[in-house]
Nanobody, 123 residues
Framework: QVQLVESGGGLVQAGGSLRLSCAASGGTFSDYAMGWFRQVPGKERDWVAYISWSGSSTYYADSVKGRFTISRDNAKNTMYLQMNSLKPEDTAVYYC????????????????WGQGTQVTVSS
């Protein structure tokens, strides 16, 4: 099974940028479709973006479309989330997740999860 570790979170001012990374180990990274989710305390974990195993297909939640870009480098076993034009409402713990099949925004349908990285956007 694959292990996932997120990094790159931090504190940034509104309008700024961050790039999150998700490093995979213990499995064949290219076997998995990947997603980014985020969660704030007391709320459900929300889907943010999805990328297929090859990187040829990507999908975004409406709230981040045009501002966030998901990508992956299968040679480096790493997925990325480039976040631009950040807003205070983007503040959350961001998680990466892996699943065997195609696009699905439901967190319950992902098999493996990282521990999360905090992103805080100040106004």
């Amino acid at each position: 099974q694959v292990q996932l570790v997120e990094s790159g979170g931090g504190l940034v001012q509104a309008g700024g940028s961050l790039r999150l990374s998700c490093a995979a180990s213990g499995g064949t990274f290219s076997d998995y479709a990947m997603g980014w989710f985020r969660q704030v305390p007391g709320k459900e974990r929300d889907w943010v973006a999805y990328i297929s195993w090859s990187g040829s297909s990507t999908y975004y939640a409406d709230s981040v479309k045009g501002r966030f870009t998901i990508s992956r480098d299968n040679a480096k076993n790493t997925m990325y989330l480039q976040m631009n034009s950040l807003k205070p409402e983007d503040t959350a713990v961001y998680y990466c997740a892996a699943r065997y099949s195609g696009f699905d925004p439901r967190s319950t349908n992902y098999n493996y999860w990282g521990q999360g990285t905090q992103v805080t956007v100040s106004s």
